[in-house]
């Protein structure tokens, strides 16, 4: 299996259909990769199938980068 | 021209489908290939759905005021057919009375019922129509619900209620190809009007231009037009079964 990175930049490409180069940790979902309200909570469920967690309504606020969504996941993932 | 109502190979969830307008849509669904599982409240009520369906769908008890029986369905549905198409918030109750003499416990279960269902259940099924961008949410809710009637103020906010939801939650899903909509009837001949008094029957005859109760096939047809692919830019709208009564 892919390492944790891999896979949430793999989840972002899919969920919001956007190049992966574009992908980049910095990257905002709402203002660099066009991802809507819904849009995101889409990525936030796909993200807690993916690693088998539930993320709170107040930890998923946060995740508005790339990066954010890297490292709650590397911190919260259960495998 | 065919495919535009074309439903052949979808799966529906009716709540309240033991008789009347939930058993006509469940019926009427499946007369255009659909597979439903119909719900009852009672176990008894479900083999009656079962053996009505047959081949075509299942019975099944469920309590729609409570989250774990509506998980446990949702549970039953993605394991058995692995998809659900269509969902008709059908199930409700009356618990009339004049506002003076209403019990809060009247208020409460008919607003848990009615509307709160919906709440459940749309939630339950959201996120598997989300996936697969297909979807149709139809909810049943009433002439009265616009007009209002003496004697239902519990049933009627309940009723407007669904209908606010509804409009809501089509703004929110419109992109991901999930429609939301209701069907409001007007007087039919079912069970739940059979329980109006004669005052109450007369007052309502009076205003119904088309001069009789309505069928529970007419409102299913009204739903079975709602959740076919021709009615796929339609949402957020409520199409009124009414013989004319309220025209709104």
């Not at chain 1, 910095?26 to 088998?52: K, Q, R, T, Y």
């Not at chain 2, 039953?76 to 506002?99: M, P």
């Not at chain 2, 809501?168 to 190809?177: D, K, V």
């Amino acid at each position: 299996m892919s390492n944790i990175e891999d896979r949430v930049k793999k989840i972002i490409v899919e969920q919001l259909g956007v190049k992966e180069e574009e992908v980049k940790p910095e990257a905002s979902f709402e203002n660099d990769l066009g991802a809507d309200s819904l849009d995101i909570v889409e990525l936030v469920m796909a993200l807690e199938e993916e690693f088998g967690t539930e993320i709170p309504d107040e930890e998923a606020e946060k995740l508005k980068t790339v990066q954010a969504a890297i490292d709650y996941v590397n911190n919260h993932a259960n495998d | 021209m065919s495919e535009l109502f074309k439903l052949t190979g979808q799966v529906a969830l009716v709540t309240g489908a033991s008789r009347g307008i939930g058993k006509a849509i469940a019926e009427q669904l499946v007369a255009q290939g659909v597979t439903v599982v119909g719900t009852a409240t009672t176990t008894a009520g479900a083999e009656a759905i079962s053996s009505y369906l047959g081949e075509h769908g299942v019975g099944v008890a469920l309590d729609v005021t409570a989250d774990e029986s509506v998980a446990s369905i949702l549970a039953f549905i993605d394991e058995t057919y692995g998809q659900l198409d269509i969902l008709v918030n059908n199930a409700g109750i009356t618990k009339d009375n004049l506002l003076m003499r209403m019990k809060e416990d009247d208020w409460d279960s008919v607003l848990d019922t009615n509307l709160k269902s919906v709440f459940r259940l749309s939630k339950g099924v959201l996120r598997g129509m989300m996936k697969r961008r297909h979807g149709r949410i139809i909810n049943i809710s009433s002439v009265v619900g616009t007009t209002g009637n003496p004697g239902q103020v519990n049933y009627c906010a309940a009723k407007a209620g669904v209908v606010g939801f509804t409009k809501s939650l089509a703004q929110e899903i419109a992109a991901r190809g999930i429609t939301v909509n209701c069907v409001a009837p007007g007087f039919i001949d079912t069970d739940m009007t059979k329980a109006l008094t004669e005052d109450q029957k007369q007052a309502i005859f009076s205003n119904i231009p088309a001069a009789r109760l309505g069928k529970p096939e007419e409102i299913a047809a009204a739903v079975v037009f709602l959740a076919s692919p021709g009615a796929a830019y339609i949402t957020g709208e409520t199409i009124h079964v009414n013989g004319g009564m309220a025209m709104v």
